[in-house]
């Protein structure tokens, strides 16, 4: 069994090396108390009524003892934190900067190329990488659990996390600060990559790097579409309910919308609902729909739009 | 019953007179604020004149000053709380760092 | 030891001399309104435990299935105002504290009886608040952190209203004790011979004046923010999110040790009885219940160590921290002191408080880890937190106050528990605990985190182990509910003093008298008189 | 000491002296946590002040400082009526306590009725809590402030009627006592509101 998760970034084992150095004198700690505990309780039971206690009521020795050596080891452990502390927040000069912006409850990534991802964030291996980070509406938290990393997104301020990914692969990232509904479902995938890889995925030759290819159905590709812009955190395609109207029987329903009319769900709406999904807000959902307008391609709308209908 | 032990009573002559230095503090700090306009120390000024005017009344007002010495404990500790408060807030707020 | 009190006393008890709806409603008898805190506490510790079973139950698989998301999102909200504001934080205070501190410091009541019974009631207004909120219930989580709380549909109002009510209970209460303390010991209860219970509730009482208006002022804010439209948290507005974590944590980090320090009392005065020895360091354990008092209000920033507040603030919140961690290391060793060369007893209560002192060593251990910056960054809003706070709540206070409700007792009700009933009630609790809360750490570590409603499939066998845990504990639960109650009916007359104790409560009968002594007692010694000298 | 009765709830043996004693420690420790609950709110103001120095100052300017001031004289004023009621009860002179306390009161009124005056100025000029931060200030701290102001004044009014009643001799006068003790602190609140508001902004 893994005790930590895999660690793929550079401060990753110096931050493993902090937990263990606590654990194993919580472990010392926790033996020596323990087994202290056990053996009294056991050496010490009561045979008779009247057994013999001294009446010890203190002894001064000791008690200096077990005040100045915890306060020593404490004052390391704090020492020893602080130092790997300072390192994690001190991003190198040459690091390249990610934007990111989370809002309920996708994570969107805009690089200095001018490209944009969603809920895939895409580093390069061996090479720093700065978050500057921003939340669009309430506190979310950026979590990546192998590169041992975590700051909360803010809103209305700035916060910043730098990393340097030293293991090609993909990472799970968490939303960690809870931020309402669809909280646990606010996750997405961090891919490190080689230096090739990553520049051919720079210059825009996605197939290398992601799945949605002009080979795929528009079918396939919609539902590539669809777990791969977080729609799953609000939208089902199961019919259970969310956070907005689920997929599943939606093309070709009436729906009532928040000003009273009534509109029958068709591709047109769909687009508009995609693109501008504050036009047009069915009943009983709040307006919270973060717009997809340039971040996916006419031609991955219109999958999407096969792909809903084809959900029956 | 007992008589009302060895407690100290005021006489109305010290209210009267700590009445008129309140007074006279507030105009005080009426004045240093509107007419002299010390500019960035305003508020610090104001604050120490408040903080006098504040003393006084709970020294004599409020018979502080004869109060014992646990009384004194909880009526200054809850001061230095709000300045930990304050102070501990504003080491935070005030030196976060802009990416 | 003490002099001057009547071994039996034929007069009624405070539990008979009257009765009826009025004589308990409009009481005020400190040890009556303790019965009636006592009561209100349990039925919201029931709920609120009930609510985590659910909890457990949906997340025994990744999926959602039983409950919804939000559902699920609003029960763990309740669970932890509930479990926070309306059973630890008056837990054992409001009514262990009521029924014994005049009891232990030798004094007829309280300093103030009517505003005790006021107290209670401003308790019971809170809870009717809080019944109105769950019409529909807030799904902030029990911190109400802003924007988010400023900003979701649901009722947020009512149960942050519900809480400011409690506040000013607890406000009140503590204030009481705190007068009745300094004012109302017997001839000769110095300060050095109180039993260290009344130390502990005596800084439990501090915090509860002087941290609780802040979190008060800061909930009375959101109110506003909601209402009024003012922006202090509201970055639209030019506020500042983190400053509400600011506020909220200047009284809910003390709140911690509003929460486990009574509990310390507690095994303070449980361990010499079943040991037969005197407490081992009486002064520094005094002390450093205060000295946590104290600097407990210097650490609060260590729950925002990523919530983006400086780094110069973190640095210095962390070696606060630490400081705070020394007075408990040094109550732990002393605890254990008392043990060597004792007589020891496993009593069900001696059970729970050697259980305490067990499962709090680990909540206090992994405390460090949480307490050190880079580590914390890891671990933070993980599962490591939620299971090192529950080592801490429940394996410290419910425990301590598991082990004071099988101590106190024969004194409180006049009945002898059924001693075995209990020790196989610890025997599942303890084991149920254990299998709940520990698999956390390992799902924190790994990078589980907190409040999801759903998880990644490899988290699945750990968390499955964890929800079978639940189960365990609320069969122990179930159990030492069922002695708890049969016992009333059918347990043995409780003696005065059925353990020996040399303390003030039970050298008065049991249950005590309405006034609890015949005569103010003249105090001598102090209570851990335990063992022979020389 | 008296006999205890079962049917009589509390036969508390209190001795006034020592009554008195815990009920005036008692109102101190009230006033620390009242301290703390203003205290969130100074907390916030000096926050905002340091980041937001030009809004407090032009916003500041929009305030009326001339009543802020003569409210200020008022209830200093009433603080030491008040002072002066405390002595005179403790001396026995009921006469005096009462006419004191209804100064006292008056004082109160006519400070609140500044405050309508004064709150119903701003919403006139479509001056809300929401319009700045430090309008959000303004109204919660006078707010807050005015809130103690009224629950002082329903205690002296209960402290009058029983003064008039004949409940107070130099022998006792705790609520007297602990009754003038909150009134001092609602002054004390206000010594510092009204330069932070009006004055310095």
Known sequence: MNWVPEAASSFAGKVDGVLWFVTVLSIVFFILITVLLIYFSFKYKRKTENDYTPHITGNQTLEIIWTVIPSILLFVIFAYGLIVYKEMRTPPGDAVEVNVTAKQWIWIFKYQNGKSTINELFVQHNRPVKMVMRADDVLHSFFVPAFRVKQDLVPGMYTQLWFNPTKIGTYDLFCAEYCGTGHSQMLAKVYVMSPEAFSRWEKGDEEETTTFASTKSPEELGKDMYSKNGCAACHSIDGSAGVGPTFKALYGKNESLQDGTTIEVDENYLRESILIPQAKVVQGFAPSMPSFKGILTDEEVDALIVYIKSLK | MSENHDEHITPYKTYIIIWLILMALTVITVYVAREIDLGSINLFVAMIIASIKATIVALFFMHLKYEDSITWVFALYPLFLLSLLIGLTSIDVFNRIVP | MATGTAATISEPSFLEYKSGFRSWFYTTDHKRIGILYLVSISIFFIIAGSIAIVMRAELFTPESNIVSPHTYNVLFTLHGSLMVFFFIVPGISASLGNFLIPLMIGARDVAFPKLNLGSYWLYLIGAAILLFALLEPADTGWTFYTPYSAKTNTNVILLTLGIFVLGFSSILT???????????????????????????????????????????????????????????????????????????????????????????????????????????????????????AIISFFVWAHHLFVAGISETAAIIFSFLTFLVAVPTAIKVFNWLATLYKGSIQFHSAMLYALSFL??????????????????????????????????VMIGGTVMGFFGALHFWYPKWFGKMLDDTLGKIAWFFVFIGFNVTFFPQFFLGVQGMPRRYATYLPEFESLMKLSTIGSWILAIGMIIMAYNLIKSLYSGEKAPDNPYNSLSLEWQTSSPPILENFKEIPVVTDWSYGYGKKG | ???????????????????????????????????????????????????????????????????????????????????????????????????????????????????????????????????????????????????????????????MILAIKGRYSASYNTHVEVGGLYWHLIDLIWIYLFPLLYLIG
């Open chain 3, 174 to 292: 503590g204030l009481n004790f705190i007068v009745t303390i300094h004012k109302m010991r017997a001839p000769g209860m110095t300060w050095h011979r109180l039993p260290l219970f009344i130390w502990a509730l005596y800084s439990t009482a501090i915090l509860q004046l002087l941290a609780t208006p802040v979190v008060g002022i800061t909930l009375l804010l959101l109110i506003a923010e909601r209402t009024l439209g003012i922006g202090f948290f509201d970055p639209d507005k030019g506020g500042d999110p983190v400053l509400f974590q600011n506020f909220f944590w200047f009284y809910s980090h003390p709140a911690v040790y509003i929460m486990i320090i009574p509990a310390m009392g507690v095994i303070s005065e449980i361990l010499p009885v079943f040991s037969r020895k005197p407490i081992f360091g009486y002064k520094a354990i005094a002390y450093s219940s205060v000295a946590i």
């Open chain 3, 358 to 391: 067990f499962l709090f060593t680990v909540g206090g251990l992994t405390g460090l880890h949480v307490g050190a910056l880079a580590a914390d960054i890891h671990l933070h809003d993980t599962y490591f937190v939620v299971a090192h706070m529950h080592y």
């Open chain 4, 1 to 159: 000491m008296e006999q205890l009765t079962a049917d009589h709830v509390h036969v508390h043996h209190i001795d006034p002296v020592e009554e008195y004693e815990q009920s005036k420690f008692g109102m101190w420790l009230f006033l620390g946590t009242e301290i703390l609950l203003f205290g969130g709110l100074f907390a916030t103001y000096a926050i905002f002040r340091a980041k937001y120095p030009e809004m407090f100052h032009l916003d500041h300017l929009k305030l009326d400082w001339e009543l802020g001031a003569l409210n200020t004289i008022i209830l200093i004023g009433s603080s030491m009526t008040m002072a002066i009621g405390v002595t005179a009860s403790k001396k026995g002179n009921n006469k005096l306590l009462i006419i004191m306390l209804a100064i006292t009161i008056i004082c109160g009124l006519v400070f609140g009725f500044n405050k309508y005056l004064e709150y119903t100025a701003k919403f006139a000029h479509h001056i809300y809590p929401d319009t700045s931060i430090f309008f959000s200030l303004y109204f919660m701290m006078t707010g807050l402030h005015m809130l103690h102001v009224f629950i002082g004044l329903i205690v002296l009014l209960i402290i």
